[in-house]
């Protein structure tokens, strides 16, 4: 366990973060599965939003987010 006064503020503020970074994941990731159950283009602009949002974040990394959106856009094309 931290010791300083900055080592305990930290790790307070690390656990709020964390927090919010799996919410923020698990949003991303459950509308890239509806997208996948539903292939609808309604499913496909949530999804881009959900895994754009999450990338502006810095939750998931840009490369990725685009990744996704890319195997995604080729679902719904075929």
Do not use: W, Y
């Not at 900055?6 to 799996?22: E, G, H, P, V, W």
């Not at 698990?26 to 959900?50: N, R």
């Not at 840009?62 to 990744?67: E, I, N, V, Y």
């Amino acid at each position: 366990m931290p010791i300083t006064k900055s080592a305990i503020k930290k790790l307070r503020a690390d656990k709020k973060k964390a927090t919010f970074n799996r919410s923020t994941k698990t949003k991303a990731k459950s509308a890239v599965d509806e997208f996948k159950k539903l292939l609808s283009m309604e499913s496909l602009g949530k999804a881009f939003s959900a895994v754009d949002r999450a990338a502006k974040k810095g939750v998931i990394k840009k490369g990725k987010a685009d990744r996704i959106k890319s195997r995604l856009s080729k679902k719904i094309a075929k």
